[in-house]
């Protein structure tokens, strides 16, 4: 058990003071065990693929005469490879998030853009389960950040929402902005998220109940990189959802400052 350790700040809020109590000593320690966690988590979801290739290539050895099984066998090392290689890059990429909280590039980006691309990248696969990537909102809403990287948090949302989505449905993507703040909202109408889980889909590794999705390929690590994402862009993002009804998840990033200015030209 970490012992209590309060300290009094006092942090500046817009033109107001507020006093911050922090607890020093258990977020220490608290950021300690997820660090572990982590390290764990990494090597039990690298192990699983590991060990598999590692069975396959010893069955091959002794299946040399049959061709059917060694063809089997083959694909098979193939997927976990392919998993393998899935997973190993999406902890690149967190690692590389969460080392560092400044962008690469600072762009202007159009939100339509990333939007656009995302969509496509998920329209084969929406395609194939009957599934309608509804777009709608507003034209012209920028932000400034990384292209690439927004890309791919937009595209983890899709691809989430059509994984946890029966064939047949429709996904929502839409782009607002109101004061200053861009929006995009991804809805599906899906098996949905528990509310206990609701914060928790966020944490590294994290995955409800495996059994509920179409395909149970998925890492549990596509919401955190899309958090992270958000977050080195000054930005949040937040769930919503019922069992059973659908999900959604929404982004929200500071507007690009002259694109408020001429927000009433723009219309
Ligand atoms: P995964 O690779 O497992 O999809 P994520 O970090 O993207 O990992 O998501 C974490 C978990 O949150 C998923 O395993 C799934 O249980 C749940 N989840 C994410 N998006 C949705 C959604 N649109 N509808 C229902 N459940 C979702």
């Known amino acids: 058990e970490a012992s209590l350790h309060l ?11 507020v006093l911050v109590l922090a607890d ?7 950021l300690e065990e997820t660090r572990r966690d982590f390290i764990a988590n990494i ?16 069955a091959l050895e002794s299946a040399s005469d049959d061709e059917a099984q060694v063809r089997r066998f083959a694909q098979q090392m193939g997927t976990e490879a392919a ?13 590389r998030l969460q080392a560092t909280d400044v962008l690469a590039s600072a762009d202007r980006i159009e939100l339509d853009s990333i939007v656009s691309t995302a969509v496509d990248h998920n329209h084969v696969i929406a395609k194939a389960h009957d599934i309608e990537l509804a777009v709608g909102g507003s034209k012209r809403v920028t932000v400034v950040g ?58 590294r590794f994290f995955r409800v109940d495996q059994a509920r999705s179409r395909n149970t390929g ?15 862009h000054g930005g ?27 927000q009433g030209e723009r219309r």
């Open 7 to 17: 300290e009094v700040r006092a942090a500046r809020l817009g033109s107001r003071y």
């Open 236 to 262: 949040d993002i937040r769930a919503w959802s019922q069992v059973g009804h659908g999900s959604t998840f929404t982004i929200r990033l500071p507007e690009a400052p002259s694109a408020v200015a001429t």
């Open 83 to 95: 998993r393998l290689s899935q997973i190993t890059r999406e902890i690149i990429e967190l690692s």
């Open 43 to 58: 090597s039990h979801e690298l192990k699983t693929p590991i060990g598999a290739i590692t069975l396959l290539a010893e």
């Open 146 to 203: 990384d292209e690439a990287l927004l890309t791919l948090a937009l595209n983890n949302l899709i691809a989430n929402a059509i994984q946890y989505s029966p064939d047949g449905s429709r996904i929502g993507i839409g782009v607002h902005h109101d004061a200053g703040i861009a929006e995009i909202a991804v809805t599906d109408q899906g098996i949905g998220i528990p509310e206990a889980d609701l914060t928790r889909v966020f944490e």
């Open 218 to 232: 998925g890492t549990g690590l596509g919401l955190s990189i899309v958090k992270h994402v958000v977050q080195n």
């Open 24 to 30: 020093d000593r258990t977020e220490s320690y608290r």
